[in-house]
């Protein structure tokens, strides 16, 4: 009997649409956002529609100019959860106009009445919505849902999200959700969390948010005018109060750039190409990193590729890179190529940090870094940019000291630097070489040369300990090698070495205690003239000083300490020591 019934019931349905005529096509409303291409700037109609906001900027931009676009195609029912938010409504002079002609009127829905929607249903709602004149021809806008999600089980919200789509199919005009994430933060919740369960509960998903300051629309599943569109990201500008597609977007979870009208254009300096044969007719060359910013200042997709200079030229060119990373979009691609200097790991890492997309090495030829643009055009920025410039480079920066410092200033100035570039991810070594019986603490340290700020050198009880700046593991043999004007064996019979934080912080911390009854060799190291050409005779059985050393990767216990009066200094030469003479044999 059930199933006549209801296949009766389908034809009854089926005929009266017949009787009824076609329904009347009712008019898109804007998605509050002008200029999207492809068709996708429109709300669905028939289907709830979750649109996200990242922070406090984007929400002061989003509501107000999506109820306008509502109100463009109809009459609006706004729902808050807060007073508050009805109030920024109407301080909206064609808003508040609308609301006076009853073009659109406003409802209180607090969180407690939305959190008990996810034990009753939206039965009751609707019903009390029907009673108060919500017809299908009005637009209803929820402008805070975050408590209607909030703390749902995986039942709670297959239910809620299936009367939402069933009650939004029978009716004509768009159902919106907002759902601010920042407001779920501030209350200890997680915005990642919330974005998954709406993503989860709904099938139309959109997020506002901003992206080194400036606003950025993702579409994670919506309708354009050629279909279904995923993982789609619009990079926007705030124009005259309304927020406006900039021209270029990218796809994919993680973005690659789709379209931007100058995704094929070169902005240079003049610098990063001299010397050059072949340069691109098309690219264009500024004289001046001025030039260059003022040049690229309305660019989207385009490459903008900057000379690294001398290294008093760093600090120009990373403020120029972190503005154009923060006023322009993250389909922007920053090239810095090396010139007349190499950059230093930390000077790299500084500068992927403020939003370069990558460094070219001064080893690349022309026509190599010609195909690495050719190959980067799709690149979308994904790294995290610093919202001071300053702040980030002294994040990287090495302390402005070098060479021999007396034990306890080592010990400061190294764990001073280990803190503060923890959060950068630089690797940093610290190493102790232990001296050979026949080499006294100042004749070694007066074999070291330091050339660049932040590596330091002291001295414990039996040998000297070194930390190298920004120096990975694998470049530790070639850094000692290059510290010392004499092969290492002939100085240290081991090493002990660290690039752990735990592992270095203990080191130090040893060394520390240790502190207060070791000599402070200073006053005996007479400054040093540059160091003179290393000698190209190799050490006896070995083609290099860092391999003479049996190497210990690990922290060596203590030895015992020499009173602080138990400074030996060598009467002889390094050169006239048997260990040269075998060197010579």
Same mark, same amino acid.
């Given at each position: ?22 329904r009347r096509t009712a008019r898109p409303a804007g998605l509050g956002v002008d200029g999207l291409p492809?068709?996708? #700037? ?9 649109? $996200? ?68 249903? $939206?039965?009751?709602? =609707? ?51 907002? $759902?601010?994430?920042?407001? =779920? ?190 190959? #980067?055009?799709? $690149? ?94 694998s470049d530790l043999d070639l850094a000692l090698s290059h510290l010392f004007t004499l092969p290492l ?49 190799? =050490?006896?059985?070995?083609? #290099? ?41």
């Open positions: 009997m059930n199933k006549p019934s209801s296949v009766t019931a389908l034809l009854r349905s089926w005929w009266h649409g017949l009787r009824s005529g076609p492809h068709g996708v #700037g429109r709300l669905p109609a028939g289907a709830p529609a979750a649109l $996200l906001v990242q922070d406090e900027a984007c929400w002061q931009d989003w509501p107000p100019a999506l109820v306008a676009d509502l109100l463009a195609a109809g009459p609006v029912l706004a729902l808050a959860a807060q007073a508050g938010d009805i109030d920024a409504l109407l301080r909206v002079p064609t808003l508040a106009q609308a609301h006076a002609a009853g073009r659109l009127r406003t409802w209180l829905l607090p969180p407690e009445a939305q959190a008990q929607l996810r034990q009753d249903g $939206l039965g009751a709602l =609707a019903q009390e919505l029907a009673r108060n004149g919500l017809g299908p021809h009005t637009s209803l806008c929820v402008l805070d849902a975050h408590a209607m999600l909030a703390g749902a089980t995986v039942a709670e919200l297959q239910r809620l999200a299936g009367q939402w789509r069933r009650w939004s199919a029978a009716r004509r005009r768009p159902v919106a959700l907002l $759902l601010p994430l920042h407001r =779920a933060q501030a209350e200890g919740g997680n915005n990642l969390g919330a974005a998954v369960r709406a993503q989860a509960a709904f099938r139309h998903v959109a997020e506002l948010g901003t992206l080194s300051g400036r606003p950025v629309l993702t579409l994670y599943r919506w309708d354009g005018g050629q279909g279904a569109v995923f993982d789609a990201r619009y990079d926007l500008r705030r124009d005259g109060g309304r927020l406006c597609y900039d021209g270029s977007f990218s796809l994919g979870a993680q973005p690659v750039l789709a379209d931007a009208p100058d995704q094929f254009a070169v902005h240079a300096t003049r610098a990063s190409v001299a010397g050059q044969r072949g340069v691109p007719a098309t690219w264009q060359i500024a004289d001046s990193l001025a030039a260059l910013e003022e040049a690229a200042r309305g660019a989207a997709g385009a490459t903008v590729l900057i000379d690294a200079g001398v290294p008093e030229q760093f600090a120009a060119v990373a403020a120029l890179v972190h503005r154009l990373r923060q006023t322009r979009p993250r389909s922007l691609k920053i090239i810095v190529r090396e010139t007349e200097a190499k950059l230093r790991a930390h000077s790299e890492q500084a500068l992927l940090r403020l939003g370069v997309t990558s460094v070219v090495y001064r080893e690349v030829g022309f026509a190599r870094l010609q195909k690495l643009i050719e190959d #980067g055009r799709h $690149l979308v920025y994904a790294g995290a940019i610093g919202s001071d410039c300053a702040q980030t480079l002294a994040a990287c920066m090495p302390a402005a000291a070098r060479g021999y410092q007396r034990p306890a200033r080592f010990v400061q100035l190294a764990g001073d630097m280990l803190a503060r570039t923890e959060a950068a991810g630089l690797s940093h070594c610290l190493v102790r070489l232990q001296l050979l019986p026949t080499v006294a603490h100042l004749d070694a340290l007066r074999a070291c040369r330091v050339q660049r700020d932040g590596d330091l050198v002291t001295a414990d009880a039996q040998g000297l300990c070194v930390f190298l700046f920004a120096c990975r593991e064996g002939a100085l240290f019979s081991s090493q002990a070495q660290d690039a752990t934080a735990g592992g270095m912080a203990l080191m130090l911390e040893r060394l520390r205690g240790a502190a207060a009854r070791l000599p402070d060799y200073g006053p005996l190291l007479e400054p040093i003239a540059a160091p003179a050409p290393r000698e190209a005779q190799p =050490a006896a059985g070995a083609g #290099g000083g860092a391999a003479l050393l049996p190497v210990v990767v690990a922290v060596l216990e203590e030895a015992p300490h020499r009173g602080a009066a138990a400074v030996q200094v060598s009467a002889r030469p390094i050169g006239r020591r048997p260990v040269r003479e075998e060197m010579a044999a």
